[in-house]
Structures are given as structure tokens and as C-alpha cells.
């Protein structure tokens, strides 16, 4: 059975209202909550200290965080308050290679970072997901 052509377009209409809808009512919800802007918890830059690892930790879910790793050697971001070592593969495990930056979805509301004593990095926690380098998902401000 073949739908009408405007029907359709009514059903497209109402979808698209109800997720834009959906996504404000979101933002109001964070903002309310938590005080977030944009959906940016923090951006900054941080330097490992010397038990070489870093732990951000929030009272919102970290959708991802996009790491820039200025450093000469690899990080670990993991999911979750620090193990005390950086996990070498597993669930919410994911290494950065010197020199580089990436998106990381994270789905929880802590993370941490490990690296090498005195190595800098920079990093942006946003409370939704990203599509992987150079493709972000509403980045658009900072923090309040």
C-alpha cells in the first residue's frame, strides 16, 4: 500500500519538530542540572603528573572527550575512575598516538587519562558523542 505523498510529508515534519524538540529539551535539562553550556563540561590542558595518570570526573554522563596528545608518547583513555595502570585493551579503553588528537566516546561519568610524567595534553569533555576526528557533534561555545 502506497502512503500519500503529503501525509508523508506531515510525518517527516512532526518526526523532525519532535527531535528538535527533544535535543532543546535536553540542553535545558544540563544546563538546569548541571550548569552546562553547549554541551561542554570542560575544556583545558592538563600536564601528566608523576604517578602518570589524570582523572576528570563529573555530575554528568561524559558522552566523549576529545583528546589532543602534544606529548612523544601514547595515552590511554580509559572509561571510569584509574585502575592505578593504564589498561591495555578492553571495554572504554583507547590509546592516542603522539602527535595526534581524537574524539573518544566515553558513556560514563569519569574518565581517565595516562600518559608519561610531564607530558601535556589538552582536552574537551562534552556530555554528547562524537563521530571520530574532524567530525564533532554540537561543539559550538565553552563552559559557562
Known sequence: MK???????LIDGLAQQLSHDLTSLTQT???????I????????????????????????????????????????VAAGLSAGVAPREGVGVYRISPGTWEAVNIGARAFTLYGTAGQVVSLQSLTVGTTGAGGLLAVDGGAP
Not at 3 to 9: K, S
Not at 29 to 35: A, F, H, K, P, W
Open 29 to 35: 535539562t544540563e544546563r538546569l542540572t548541571n550548569g
Open 37 to 76: 553550556r553547549n554541551h561542554v563540561l570542560e575544556v583545558g590542558t592538563r600536564t601528566f603528573p608523576t604517578e602518570g595518570f589524570i582523572v576528570r570526573e563529573y555530575g554528568a554522563t561524559v558522552g566523549s572527550v576529545v583528546v589532543h596528545n602534544f606529548g612523544e608518547s601514547l595515552v590511554t
Open 3 to 9: 502512503m500519500d505523498p503529503e501525509l508523508r510529508a
